[in-house]
């Protein structure tokens, strides 16, 4: 059973950053296509950032909301897979989930942004 642990939430004022990290266990994390999802209250889960993985490399993919602001990576050798936000706005706040994609394994338990002056 895989097991997702999220951390590095917090609160931040609008045009800050903040560093999430994830990290999966019990599984073969290399394989898998690994997303970042957010859930704003009263709002559906979405994927706001990805990254493939396979035998050419990986590549990265974003929602056209943090494209530019955040980016995406990943460490197979330790299973972890990161989201560097920058520049964020209040729209941001939100719960965010790592998992791969379309989200096969458990949810973790997430980790609260929060952007707010």
């Known amino acids: 059973q895989v097991q997702l642990v999220e951390s590095g939430g917090g609160l931040v004022q609008p045009g800050g950053s903040l560093r999430l990290s994830c990290v999966a266990s019990?599984?073969?994390?290399?394989?898998?296509?690994m997303g970042w999802y957010r859930q704003a209250p009263g709002k559906q889960r979405e994927l706001v950032a990805w990254?493939?993985?396979?035998?050419?490399?990986?590549?990265?993919n974003y929602a056209g909301s943090v494209k530019g602001r955040f980016t995406i990576s990943r460490d197979n050798a330790k299973n972890t897979v990161t989201l560097q936000m920058n520049s964020l706005k209040p729209e941001d706040t939100a719960v965010y989930y790592c998992?791969?994609?379309?989200?096969?394994?458990?949810w973790g338990q997430g980790t609260q942004v929060t952007v707010s002056s």
């Open positions: 998992n791969t994609v379309p989200g096969s394994w458990d």
């Open positions: 019990g599984s073969i994390f290399s394989i898998y296509a």
């Open positions: 990254s493939t993985s396979d035998i050419s490399g990986s590549s990265t």
